[in-house]
C-alpha cells in the first residue's frame, strides 16, 4: 500500500490557555481610537475556524453586509487546509426568475492552517463592488448576522460609542450571576467568553506558581486530566515530603 504524507490532525487548535482573536479587539477597543471594534488582517490568528467565522461575521455587521462560507480545500486525509469566508454578494445569479443579492462581489478572507492546527488569514479583499447596508442595524438584514445574539450587539455598540470598560459592560448585563442573565448563544456570548478567559487567567497564575514550587522542591510531583478537548477537568500535586513518607511507608 502506498503510504500518504498528506497531513492530518485535529479541526481546530487546542489551545485553552490562549485569549481568542475575538477578546483580544474588544480588549483592544477599550483603548483604540479607530472606528471599528473587529478589522480583519492578513496574519490574524484563530484556534478555529468557526472563531474565525465569527469574528468576521461580528466585522461584516460593523460594516453593513452578510457573509457565509465559500470555496475550501481538503486533503486525501480530510484535513480542511483553505477555507474562505466571502461576502454574501459574492457569486452570479444563474437563474433568470429568481431574484438574488449575488453580484459578483470580491469582499473575503481566505483561512489557511499554521503548524499546530490552528487557522490565520492569508488573504484579505475588503473592497465592494456594491451599496452596503445600514451597520450596527437593529433590523437583521442578513441571514448571517442571526448568529449574534441581540447582548453581544448591545456590547459592542457601548465600547465604540462611550468607550465603556468591558468589565463594566458585562457587570451591567448580568455576566456575573448566571442566573439572572438573558439567554445567550454559545458561540457568540462575547461577555462571557470573557468571563472564562478571566479564569483561565487565573489558572495561569495557578500554574506559574506550582512550577516556582516544583523548582524550590524537585521531588514534587503534579498530575493533570483534560478531556479530548484539551479542557482542564481535574489537577492534583504532591509534595516532595508527602513523596518521600508514603514511599517509605510502602517499602515497610
Known sequence: MKRSHAISGPHARIAPWEESAVSKALRAAESSTNKLVFEPAVGTTFNSCEEAKDYYNLYSWEIGFG???????????????????????????????TKTCRRGCPTMIRLLRTQDHGWYISRFVKDHNHDLSDNYAENKQWNSHNQIDAITKDFIRKLRNNNVSIGRVCSILGVADSAQAAPLRKETDVCTKLSQENMINDLGKTLDLLQEMNDADPDMSVKFRVDSEGRLESMIWCTGKINRTMNISEMQ
Not at 78 to 96: E, F, H, K, P
Open 67 to 97: 457573509i457565509r462560507y465559500g470555496r475550501s480545500r481538503t486533503n486525501s486525509n480530510n484535513y480542511r487546509m483553505r477555507q474562505d469566508l466571502v461576502c454574501s454578494c459574492q457569486g452570479q445569479n444563474t437563474s433568470a426568475t
